[in-house]
T-cell receptor, first 118, second 114 residues
């Protein structure tokens, strides 16, 4: 039962290089998310996709693009990496369900991608 | 937008002692509240959640949290901690009408010493 799978686990880039972080989930969830985690700042939402074919900006979208390739996959692209993008990136997925009559949307996280930009 | 403040960045405690990790939130509308745990080099795992109803919520691994609307708090507690509870703990909040926009606190690193 894989859940949310992120690749790669580690990556080192030079300033100006581009790369794409991959995320796939096998839980048939509708929504997917990309976060970055920085020391002392918790997780901040970069982009999310509420359903296949839609994407929306989160709290810190600048410098990133996303693609919801299909229901399973949601990729994050850095077109021109900067040292400020050195971080740990987490992908998550969720779907709406009912819990005691309340609608809820619990997020499940991948193991993260540790990115360093030199 | 909603926000979360975790009042302690680090909490050291001895094994079998009780612990409380503090969380305060800010929102002009009703919210859902969550605690997640992150073990070293792993992703986040849901510990417990508050949606509505009883203000005392029980989660996995013996943790519980109490929602206090008047104090806008959602503190996490465990009566007796183990070495294996050493991890980073995150409090998170989302508004009822948009669960997709979840805001996290900066995290509290719990270190349990023998």
């Amino acid at each position: 039962n894989a859940g949310v799978t992120q690749t790669p686990k580690f990556q080192v880039l030079k300033t100006g290089q581009s790369m794409t972080l991959q995320c796939a989930q096998d839980m048939n969830h509708n929504s997917m998310y990309w976060y970055r985690q920085d020391p002392g700042m918790g997780l901040r939402l970069i982009y999310y996709s509420a359903s296949e074919g839609t994407t929306d900006k989160g709290e810190v979208p600048n410098g990133y693009n996303v693609s919801r390739l299909n229901k399973r996959e949601f990729s994050l692209r850095l077109e021109s990496a900067a040292p400020s993008q050195t971080s740990v990136y987490f992908c998550a997925s969720s779907s709406w369900s009912r819990d005691r009559g309340l609608a809820k949307n619990i997020q499940y996280f991948g193991a993260g991608t540790r990115l360093s930009v030199l | 937008a909603q926000s979360v403040t975790q009042l302690d960045s680090q909490v050291p405690v001895f094994e079998e002692a009780p612990v409380e990790l503090r969380c305060n939130y800010s929102s002009s509308v009703s919210v859902y509240l969550f605690w997640y745990v992150q073990y070293p080099n792993q992703g986040l795992q849901l510990l417990l959640k508050y949606l509505s109803g009883s203000t005392l919520v029980k989660g996995i691994n013996g943790f519980e949290a109490e929602f206090n609307k008047s104090q806008t708090s959602f503190h996490l507690r465990k009566p007796s901690v183990h070495i294996s509870d050493t991890a980073e703990y995150f409090c998170a909040v989302s508004v009822l009408w948009n669960n997709n926009d979840m805001r996290f606190g900066a995290g509290t690193r719990l270190t349990v010493k023998p």
